[in-house]
Protein backbone atom coordinates (compact mmCIF):
# COMPACT_ATOMS: atom_id res chain seq x y z
CA UNK A 1 0.00 0.00 0.00
CA UNK A 2 1.49 3.41 -1.29
CA UNK A 3 1.43 5.66 2.05
CA UNK A 4 -0.07 8.99 1.24
CA UNK A 5 1.46 11.80 3.63
CA UNK A 6 -1.80 13.64 2.92
CA UNK A 7 -3.81 11.53 4.77
CA UNK A 8 -2.37 11.85 8.33
CA UNK A 9 -4.58 10.92 11.23
CA UNK A 10 -3.62 11.42 15.15
CA UNK A 11 -4.68 8.72 17.47
CA UNK A 12 -5.48 9.72 21.20
CA UNK A 13 -4.89 6.65 23.34
CA UNK A 14 -2.21 3.96 23.26
CA UNK A 15 -4.83 1.28 24.48
CA UNK A 16 -5.73 -2.12 22.20
CA UNK A 17 -8.42 0.19 20.82
CA UNK A 18 -5.95 3.23 19.91
CA UNK A 19 -3.28 0.77 18.12
CA UNK A 20 -5.82 -1.46 16.77
CA UNK A 21 -6.88 1.59 14.85
CA UNK A 22 -3.97 2.90 14.37
CA UNK A 23 -2.71 -0.79 12.37
CA UNK A 24 -6.41 -0.75 10.04
CA UNK A 25 -5.58 2.90 9.18
CA UNK A 26 -2.01 2.47 7.56
CA UNK A 27 -3.09 -1.08 6.31
CA UNK A 28 -5.90 1.47 4.37
CA UNK A 29 -2.65 3.06 3.20
CA UNK A 30 -3.17 6.12 5.92
CA UNK A 31 -0.29 7.75 8.32
CA UNK A 32 -0.90 7.76 11.87
CA UNK A 33 0.58 8.68 14.72
CA UNK A 34 -0.49 7.76 17.92
CA UNK A 35 -0.21 10.15 20.80
CA UNK A 36 -0.09 8.14 24.69
CA UNK A 37 -0.74 10.14 28.24
CA UNK A 38 1.05 6.79 30.04
CA UNK A 39 5.21 7.24 30.09
CA UNK A 40 5.18 3.71 30.01
CA UNK A 41 2.84 0.56 28.83
CA UNK A 42 2.42 -1.63 32.19
CA UNK A 43 0.06 -4.39 33.23
CA UNK A 44 -3.59 -3.44 33.79
CA UNK A 45 -5.25 -6.84 33.95
CA UNK A 46 -4.27 -10.48 34.90
CA UNK A 47 -5.25 -12.62 31.30
CA UNK A 48 -7.38 -12.63 28.51
CA UNK A 49 -10.40 -14.97 29.50
CA UNK A 50 -11.44 -17.03 27.76
CA UNK A 51 -14.84 -18.68 29.14
CA UNK A 52 -17.13 -19.95 27.15
CA UNK A 53 -19.67 -23.12 27.07
CA UNK A 54 -16.70 -24.58 24.40
CA UNK A 55 -13.93 -24.84 27.04
CA UNK A 56 -14.88 -26.84 29.85
C1 LIG B 1 -8.41 -3.08 36.42
C2 LIG B 1 -8.76 -3.60 35.04
C3 LIG B 1 -8.45 -4.93 34.72
C4 LIG B 1 -8.78 -5.42 33.46
N1 LIG B 1 -8.45 -6.71 33.16
C5 LIG B 1 -8.71 -7.22 31.95
C6 LIG B 1 -8.34 -8.57 31.63
O1 LIG B 1 -7.79 -9.30 32.45
N2 LIG B 1 -8.63 -9.03 30.39
C7 LIG B 1 -9.24 -8.25 29.44
O2 LIG B 1 -9.45 -8.74 28.31
N3 LIG B 1 -9.61 -6.96 29.73
C8 LIG B 1 -9.36 -6.44 30.95
N4 LIG B 1 -9.74 -5.15 31.26
C9 LIG B 1 -10.44 -4.37 30.23
C10 LIG B 1 -9.44 -3.80 29.22
O3 LIG B 1 -8.35 -3.21 29.90
C11 LIG B 1 -10.19 -2.75 28.40
O4 LIG B 1 -11.36 -3.32 27.82
C12 LIG B 1 -9.32 -2.22 27.28
O5 LIG B 1 -8.08 -1.80 27.79
C13 LIG B 1 -10.03 -1.05 26.60
O6 LIG B 1 -9.16 -0.61 25.58
P1 LIG B 1 -9.24 0.87 25.07
O7 LIG B 1 -8.16 1.03 24.02
O8 LIG B 1 -10.63 1.20 24.64
O9 LIG B 1 -8.96 1.81 26.32
P2 LIG B 1 -7.65 1.90 27.24
O10 LIG B 1 -6.93 0.60 27.33
O11 LIG B 1 -8.13 2.56 28.50
O12 LIG B 1 -6.71 2.88 26.44
C14 LIG B 1 -6.90 4.28 26.39
C15 LIG B 1 -5.54 4.93 26.43
O13 LIG B 1 -5.70 6.32 26.14
C16 LIG B 1 -4.81 7.03 26.98
N5 LIG B 1 -5.32 8.40 27.09
C17 LIG B 1 -6.46 8.80 27.69
N6 LIG B 1 -6.62 10.11 27.55
C18 LIG B 1 -5.55 10.56 26.84
C19 LIG B 1 -5.14 11.83 26.37
N7 LIG B 1 -5.88 12.96 26.59
N8 LIG B 1 -3.98 11.94 25.68
C20 LIG B 1 -3.24 10.82 25.44
N9 LIG B 1 -3.57 9.57 25.85
C21 LIG B 1 -4.72 9.45 26.54
C22 LIG B 1 -4.78 6.28 28.30
O14 LIG B 1 -3.60 6.51 29.02
C23 LIG B 1 -4.86 4.82 27.79
O15 LIG B 1 -3.58 4.25 27.62
C24 LIG B 1 -9.42 -4.60 32.50
C25 LIG B 1 -9.74 -3.26 32.84
C26 LIG B 1 -9.41 -2.77 34.08
C27 LIG B 1 -9.74 -1.32 34.43
Known amino acids: ?4 P ?3 IL ?3 GGIGGLS ?3 ALQNAGY ?3 VFEAAPA ?3 LGV ?3 RDC ?3 G
Open 1 to 4: MTRN
Open 6 to 8: DRN
Open 11 to 13: IIG
Open 21 to 23: ASI
Open 31 to 33: STR
Open 41 to 43: FTA
Open 47 to 49: SVG
Open 53 to 55: PGF
